[in-house]
Protein backbone atom coordinates (compact mmCIF):
# COMPACT_ATOMS: atom_id res chain seq x y z
CA UNK A 1 0.00 0.00 0.00
CA UNK A 2 2.65 2.75 0.52
CA UNK A 3 4.16 2.11 -2.22
CA UNK A 4 0.93 2.63 -4.34
CA UNK A 5 0.62 5.74 -2.21
CA UNK A 6 4.09 6.91 -3.52
CA UNK A 7 2.97 6.37 -6.94
CA UNK A 8 0.44 8.38 -6.58
CA UNK A 9 2.22 11.07 -5.12
CA UNK A 10 5.08 10.74 -7.87
CA UNK A 11 2.45 10.77 -10.88
CA UNK A 12 0.23 13.47 -9.61
CA UNK A 13 3.05 15.58 -9.26
CA UNK A 14 4.19 14.73 -12.92
CA UNK A 15 0.54 16.27 -13.87
CA UNK A 16 -0.88 13.10 -15.23
CA UNK A 17 -4.73 12.04 -15.17
CA UNK A 18 -4.48 8.30 -15.33
CA UNK A 19 -3.51 6.09 -11.73
CA UNK A 20 -0.47 4.22 -11.52
CA UNK A 21 0.14 1.34 -11.97
CA UNK A 22 0.26 -1.03 -9.22
CA UNK A 23 3.88 -2.20 -7.62
CA UNK A 24 6.15 -4.45 -8.32
CA UNK A 25 6.12 -7.91 -6.49
CA UNK A 26 9.55 -9.04 -6.17
CA UNK A 27 12.01 -8.13 -3.11
CA UNK A 28 13.53 -5.63 -4.69
CA UNK A 29 10.69 -3.31 -5.44
CA UNK A 30 9.44 -3.57 -2.27
CA UNK A 31 12.22 -3.18 -0.18
CA UNK A 32 13.30 0.12 -2.41
CA UNK A 33 9.47 0.84 -2.65
CA UNK A 34 9.44 1.25 1.16
CA UNK A 35 12.69 2.79 1.40
CA UNK A 36 12.09 6.54 1.06
CA UNK A 37 9.17 6.39 3.48
CA UNK A 38 11.55 4.82 6.10
CA UNK A 39 13.53 8.06 5.71
CA UNK A 40 10.76 10.25 5.51
CA UNK A 41 9.98 8.47 8.85
CA UNK A 42 13.37 9.77 10.67
CA UNK A 43 14.08 12.68 8.00
CA UNK A 44 10.05 14.29 7.91
CA UNK A 45 8.31 12.89 11.23
CA UNK A 46 11.46 12.73 13.24
CA UNK A 47 13.09 16.10 12.74
CA UNK A 48 9.27 17.56 12.27
CA UNK A 49 8.22 16.57 15.21
CA UNK A 50 11.05 16.99 17.29
CA UNK A 51 10.42 20.15 19.00
CA UNK A 52 7.25 18.87 20.08
CA UNK A 53 8.84 16.35 21.71
CA UNK A 54 11.98 18.43 23.35
CA UNK A 55 9.29 20.30 24.80
CA UNK A 56 6.92 17.96 26.36
CA UNK A 57 10.47 16.41 27.74
CA UNK A 58 12.03 18.76 29.19
CA UNK A 59 8.57 21.12 30.54
CA UNK A 60 7.47 17.95 32.22
CA UNK A 61 3.85 18.37 30.12
CA UNK A 62 1.81 16.56 28.67
CA UNK A 63 -0.19 17.24 25.37
CA UNK A 64 -3.35 16.68 27.01
CA UNK A 65 -3.03 19.32 29.57
CA UNK A 66 -2.17 22.50 27.23
CA UNK A 67 -3.89 21.58 23.63
CA UNK A 68 -3.66 24.82 22.38
CA UNK A 69 -0.53 25.94 22.82
CA UNK A 70 0.64 22.40 21.50
CA UNK A 71 -1.64 22.81 18.30
CA UNK A 72 1.19 25.48 17.25
CA UNK A 73 3.92 22.78 17.28
CA UNK A 74 1.88 20.05 15.58
CA UNK A 75 0.98 22.21 12.99
CA UNK A 76 4.63 23.30 12.20
CA UNK A 77 5.71 19.40 12.58
CA UNK A 78 3.23 18.94 10.44
CA UNK A 79 3.85 21.45 7.58
CA UNK A 80 7.30 19.99 8.14
CA UNK A 81 6.70 16.70 7.36
CA UNK A 82 4.44 16.72 4.55
CA UNK A 83 7.10 19.27 2.64
CA UNK A 84 10.24 16.42 3.60
CA UNK A 85 7.47 14.12 1.88
CA UNK A 86 7.04 15.81 -0.77
CA UNK A 87 10.76 16.02 -1.46
CA UNK A 88 11.81 12.61 -0.45
CA UNK A 89 9.54 11.16 -3.13
CA UNK A 90 9.87 13.86 -6.03
CA UNK A 91 13.92 14.23 -6.31
CA UNK A 92 14.32 10.48 -5.76
CA UNK A 93 17.31 11.21 -4.02
CA UNK A 94 17.48 9.47 0.12
CA UNK A 95 18.93 12.69 1.64
CA UNK A 96 16.93 15.53 -0.59
CA UNK A 97 14.76 16.43 2.41
CA UNK A 98 17.63 17.22 4.83
CA UNK A 99 16.36 20.02 7.53
CA UNK A 100 18.11 23.12 5.57
CA UNK A 101 16.87 21.91 2.24
CA UNK A 102 13.02 21.38 3.99
CA UNK A 103 13.24 24.62 5.70
CA UNK A 104 14.40 26.46 2.30
CA UNK A 105 11.89 25.31 0.57
CA UNK A 106 9.02 26.60 3.49
CA UNK A 107 10.34 29.71 2.62
CA UNK A 108 10.39 29.39 -0.55
CA UNK A 109 6.61 28.47 -0.32
CA UNK A 110 5.43 31.16 2.25
CA UNK A 111 1.96 30.19 2.64
CA UNK A 112 0.81 28.99 -0.19
CA UNK A 113 1.14 25.44 1.48
CA UNK A 114 -0.84 26.37 4.37
CA UNK A 115 -4.00 25.54 2.09
CA UNK A 116 -3.09 21.89 1.28
CA UNK A 117 -2.21 21.17 4.47
CA UNK A 118 -5.42 22.14 6.15
CA UNK A 119 -6.90 19.88 3.44
CA UNK A 120 -4.59 16.70 4.11
CA UNK A 121 -4.81 17.26 7.60
CA UNK A 122 -8.70 17.23 7.50
CA UNK A 123 -8.99 14.33 5.72
CA UNK A 124 -6.23 12.23 7.32
CA UNK A 125 -8.24 12.77 10.55
CA UNK A 126 -11.42 11.68 9.84
CA UNK A 127 -9.83 8.92 9.12
CA UNK A 128 -8.11 8.75 12.76
CA UNK A 129 -12.03 9.99 14.04
CA UNK A 130 -13.37 7.40 12.20
CA UNK A 131 -11.88 4.73 14.25
CA UNK A 132 -11.93 6.71 17.10
CA UNK A 133 -15.72 6.80 17.37
CA UNK A 134 -16.39 3.31 16.77
CA UNK A 135 -13.95 2.08 19.77
CA UNK A 136 -16.52 2.20 22.66
CA UNK A 137 -18.59 -0.52 20.13
CA UNK A 138 -15.77 -2.97 20.92
CA UNK A 139 -16.10 -4.01 24.34
CA UNK A 140 -20.04 -4.15 24.37
CA UNK A 141 -20.69 -5.27 20.32
CA UNK A 142 -17.92 -6.77 19.13
CA UNK A 143 -19.22 -8.19 15.56
CA UNK A 144 -20.91 -4.73 14.77
CA UNK A 145 -16.98 -3.07 15.85
CA UNK A 146 -15.95 -5.82 13.38
CA UNK A 147 -17.90 -4.93 10.63
CA UNK A 148 -17.72 -1.29 10.72
CA UNK A 149 -13.77 -1.45 11.77
CA UNK A 150 -13.71 -2.83 8.12
CA UNK A 151 -15.10 0.29 6.93
CA UNK A 152 -13.24 2.66 8.28
CA UNK A 153 -10.34 0.47 7.16
CA UNK A 154 -11.56 1.54 3.86
CA UNK A 155 -12.31 4.97 4.77
CA UNK A 156 -8.28 5.58 5.87
CA UNK A 157 -7.31 3.91 2.92
CA UNK A 158 -9.46 5.79 0.62
CA UNK A 159 -8.21 9.01 2.64
CA UNK A 160 -4.88 8.46 2.59
CA UNK A 161 -4.99 8.47 -1.82
CA UNK A 162 -7.22 11.47 -1.74
CA UNK A 163 -4.34 12.98 0.68
CA UNK A 164 -1.62 11.71 -1.40
CA UNK A 165 -3.05 12.89 -4.76
CA UNK A 166 -3.43 16.60 -2.93
CA UNK A 167 0.34 16.30 -2.34
CA UNK A 168 1.18 15.60 -5.46
CA UNK A 169 -1.35 18.21 -6.99
CA UNK A 170 0.33 20.86 -4.93
CA UNK A 171 3.78 19.87 -5.83
CA UNK A 172 2.98 19.52 -9.56
CA UNK A 173 1.62 23.43 -9.66
CA UNK A 174 5.10 24.81 -6.81
CA UNK A 175 7.43 22.22 -8.47
CA UNK A 176 9.86 25.17 -8.62
CA UNK A 177 9.81 26.16 -5.25
CA UNK A 178 10.59 22.46 -4.41
CA UNK A 179 13.87 22.24 -5.60
Not at 5 to 10: A, E, P, Q, S, Y
Not at 40 to 56: I, R, S
Request: hydrophobic content about 55%; overall charge positive; some cysteine.
Amino acid sequence: MLQYLGRVLVSSAMGDTVPPRTPDRNLEGFFRGLGPWFIWLVLGVGVGFLPLALYVFFQDRTISTEPLLMLVPVMNGLFYAQVALLMIFLHDRPLAANPSRVIGAILRHGGSFLPTLLKVSVILGSGAAAFLLILPLRASHYWLYLLMALGCWGLAIWDSLVAMRILGLHGFHHRNSLN
